[in-house]
Structure formats: C-alpha cells, structure tokens
C-alpha cells in the first residue's frame, strides 16, 4: 500500500540517476497543461513512467500526468488515445458526494478537469480530460451495497469495490484469486454506527444489556432508563443495510434479539437521525456521518466503563459499534490511473476529501492525558484485572506527560501480525516522523492486552506486539530520518483497559498498541 505519491504529480517529473540501456528513439513528452515540455531520448518504458534523456540529464517522467508525442512513444494510452476506464461499485451507505470528490481531487494532481455531475440514485460517470479536451480517464459509478460491490469486484466486473464491511471469506477468495487478501483491502475511512435520541432527553447513555432489551421491545418505556414515562419510539433500516448489519451483528445477534414490530424503518440514516431530533421520546440507529441534529448516546459496558462518541474514539477503535469503510482493488488497476486514485484517497489530501464528507478521516491527531477521563476511570474500576498500585505508577509516568496520538494499533485475530488497517498506519507514523517535527520527542509505543490469561504472560505480550509495530516503524521510514527521534517499545498487558473483558468486541478493544509523544529529558550539564 503506498500513501504518497512518488513523484509530484503536479510537477510530473522527477530527477534521476538511472543507467539504462539506451536506444536512439527520441520523444517529447508533455504535460496535459503544457506547461512543461520534455524532449529526448527515450531509455525505458514500465507502463508507468518514462525515463528519458534529455538536456538536463536522465529524467523519469510520470506517464499518466503526461502525453507522448513521437514515433516511438510506446502504446496508445500513453500518446492520448482511448481513456483508461476505472469502475467502482459497491455500498450506497457511503455519502453521495465521497467517490465524485476524491475524483476531483485527484484530478487536480494531474492537472485535469473533470466533467459529470457524480451520483444520482447510487450511478453516475466521471470523466477527466486535458484542458485541451483530450481523454485522460473515464471513471463509472454503480453504488449499490456492498454484497453487491465485492460480488462485482470478484466477478472482475469492478475496479474498485467500496465496502462498510470487510469481505467474507469466499468473497476474499475470489477479490484476491487465493492470494492474501490484504495486497487489495485498504481502509478508506471510518464511520460508527450511533444510538442516537433527542439532545433534550435526559438518557445521555445506555448499557449494553439495556441496548438490545429496548430495540427488541423488552424495554418500552423511558422510566426503565432513568428518563421519562413516556414509551420509547424506535426508529431504524432495513437488516441488509451496513449499519443496520453492524448492529445486528455486535448488539441484537449476540443478546438473541430480534428488533420489535413496532419498529419504524427509514430508508436511510439521515432521515433516521432527523425524525429522532424531532421526537424526545425516540431513538434510533444511524451513523455517527449522519449525525445531523441528533445526540448520539454513550453505550456503557457491563462493567461499568463508559465509552463517548466522537472523532477521537472512533479514529482509536475504542467505541464498540465504529466499524471500516473499505476499498477494494484488483490487481488490473496496478500502475494505472485507478491505483493513483486509491493512493490519492489514503492520502492526507483525500483524507481531508473524506472528512468534508462526513466520515471520520485517518488523519493523525493527538490527545493530552488530562482529556482521556475514561483510560484513568477504567484502570482502577473492577473489570477482571490482576493489576498492582505499582504497575499503574509505572504506566502513569511514563504517560503523564504525554499525548497520545489517535494512531492505534491492532493485530489480525491469534497472531502478532498487524492487521491491514495497521500496515497502513505504519506508513501514516512513518511519513510524519521523518517530517522532522518531531526531532528530540520521544515516541512511546505502548502494548496492552486483556485479561484473559495469565498477568505476566499478557505483559510480556503486549510488550512483543509494541516491539513489532516499531521494527515496521522502522524498516517503513526512509533511512536516517529517524536518527533525532527515540522510539520506545513498552508493555504494561492488562492495566488499562478501554473496554469490558467480558465481551469479544471489548476485549478485542483492549488488545492494542498505543502511540504516545512526549519530550525527551535532557540531563543538566555540569
């Protein structure tokens, strides 16, 4: 997975040293706005790039931000014959605007214009053009769900597949042709699907066990909440929708419950959200993208620790019901214009695409210690830890001074192998530690488990999985960028956990490792 570019695209030139063998063949090489032209000798060709020497030296010029003019320009994609086509299917629970503005983006960064007017009714085409009017890239839309999207991707009806799950085994075999899975999955972005009701009732959050005993039925008036005499009045979707599938899946599947008759359906979360905000006796099941004026309620496990809904939570994983918004890719899109997309769409700029649509972005922010209420709560709360006052000495001071950045990472089920979402991350961390910002900071990784199995086992684990992420640190920064910043790998297993232990979902919280910045100490010379 790659999550800067290169080359500028922009700029659709870079130096290099390369020594290839040469032919006498020579070319000209232009940029869609003309506003660079390059001519020589053309020394290789990979589909991607052209290496061309010219008079200031052996260059390599990115092909798809550039036209090829010449005898010996290879191919017609590159000399401005028929547009590469890149079709995206998938989940219509995305918002309307994402797939249409990452395109825009993207069209920017190799100087074209794009015409069409984006989705209507879940289809719509895009075309990217020179400003001279020349094809560079036609890109469909076909948004429907994500069964639907991953089924066309596997049928190679797609290129690219949006998905608000991740994909089932038999769908992986056929996306990946029985290879790993995770050379085509990326997270796009993150979204939670949210308990929403009325900012003026006064149930500001619900426990675990309540949440299924109300959309069932068993619970039906808000007295039996702390709130009002008045019945509840539930809104909600379809089953087969991701939101609904997600719920389904973590709150109603696990309690044995099925959602009540009298259960109002919508056809979309917006329109759920909204109807909440108008009633003070309702609630519902929307997303936190489509939050609108509606509050969304804390979901309080059966231990006791509280869990808020916001950016920061569902960015860490830490809220139970945050759930991935994936991209899925066949290897057809390799060195093409649908490739550069994707990169363009995991990177800072499209992050900032994803954000203005709502989602939650994977963008790194940071948290003091002090703005983290429910990690210093739950560490002394009774949630089947075997922790001493010492180990949480040990741990709060090596975190006190501290922020914790919203990267975390997590593991792929029974090994130390860090999921597809964390392979990602490596490269976010990487990227903004070699920035130089943060030279003289130390970076604390920081391990945890549940409380599953034994205390000391579980520390010198959590301890390895933070040992992990920094050796992929490490071998993902590029050399010598990190030499002014000290990395630490620590291990502190049970201590502070995020979640109850007495679930899946909450353990699974549980394990992870943290990533922490604070100031290097410096000893006082004499």
């Known amino acids: 997975m790659v999550y800067s570019l290169k080359c500028s695209l922009k700029a659709a030139v870079c130096l290099s040293a390369l020594a290839t063998a040469a032919t006498a063949d020579v070319v000209t090489l ?69 797939v249409p ?27 990217l053009r020179t400003p001279a009017g020349e ?70 959050a619900i426990s675990a066990q309540d949440l299924p005993a109300v959309f069932s039925g068993r619970i039906s008036k808000w007295s039996d909440l702390g709130g009002f005499g008045a019945d509840i009045k539930i809104y909600a979707r379809e089953s087969t929708v991701g939101t609904m599938n997600v ?24 329109e759920i959200s909204a109807a909440v905000a108008r009633d003070p006796f309702a609630i519902g099941v929307s997303s936190f ?60 700029d499209g992050q900032i695409v994803v954000s203005q649509s709502g989602l939650v972005d994977q963008r790194i922010t940071a948290r003091p210690i002090d703005a983290q209420g429910v990690r210093l709560a739950s560490a002394v709360m009774d949630n089947g830890t075997q922790v001493s006052f010492a180990d949480l000495r040990e741990m709060m001071g090596d975190l ?60 010198l684990l959590s301890q390895s999985r933070a040992a992990v992420v920094r050796d992929a640190l490490l071998r993902a920064a590029p050399q010598g960028s990190l030499e002014d910043i000290r990395i630490r790998a620590a291990g502190f297993g049970e201590a502070s956990p995020l979640a109850c232990n007495d679930t899946d979902t909450g353990r699974q919280i549980n394990r992870r490792v943290e990533v922490w910045v604070t100031d290097l100490e410096r000893q006082a010379s004499n």
């Open 30 to 98: 232009r940029s869609f706005d003309e506003s660079i032209t390059i001519s020589g000798e053309l020394l290789d060709f990979d589909g991607s790039k052209y290496v061309v020497r010219s008079p200031i030296g052996v260059v390599q010029v990115d092909a798809l931000s550039m036209r090829c003019l010449g005898d010996a320009c290879p191919g017609q994609d590159a000399t401005g014959g028929d547009a590469e086509m890149v079709r995206v299917a998938g989940s219509q629970s995305v918002p309307d605007d994402l």
């Open 101 to 127: 503005a990452l395109v825009r983006g993207y069209a920017q960064t190799v100087d074209a214009e794009v015409e069409g007017d984006g989705v209507t009714d879940g289809t719509g085409a895009l075309s």
């Open 135 to 204: 094809a560079v890239v036609d890109v469909a839309l076909n948004l429907t769900n994500s069964a639907e999207g991953l089924g066309a991707l596997g049928a190679e009806e797609a290129d690219i597949a949006i998905s608000t799950r991740a994909a089932n085994e038999s769908e992986s075999f056929r996306i990946a042709g029985g290879g790993a899975i995770e050379d085509r999955q990326n997270v796009l972005a993150l979204d939670g699907v949210v308990i929403v009701n009325h900012p003026a009732n006064p149930v500001r």
């Open 247 to 270: 719920f389904q899946q973590q709150v109603m599947g696990p309690a044995g419950a099925r959602l009540a008759p009298n259960v109002t359906i919508l056809d979309s979360d917006e």
């Open 289 to 348: 993208s489509s939050l609108g004026d509606a509050r969304a309620m804390a979901i309080r496990g059966t231990c006791g620790v509280q869990t808020p809904v916001n950016a920061f939570t569902i960015k860490t994983e830490e809220y139970p019901l945050t759930r991935r918004i994936y991209a899925y890719s066949n290897s057809d899109i390799a060195g093409g214009h649908g490739e550069r997309m994707l990169d363009f769409a995991l990177s800072d």
């Open 400 to 459: 006190v001074t501290g922020d914790r950045l919203s990267l975390t990472y997590r593991f792929e089920f029974g090994s130390s192998r860090l999921d597809s979402r964390a392979l990602g991350d490596v490269e976010r961390l990487a990227s903004l530690l070699s920035t130089g910002d943060y030279a003289n900071k130390e970076i604390l990784l920081v391990g945890f488990t549940d409380a599953i199995g034994d205390p000391e086992k579980n520390r």
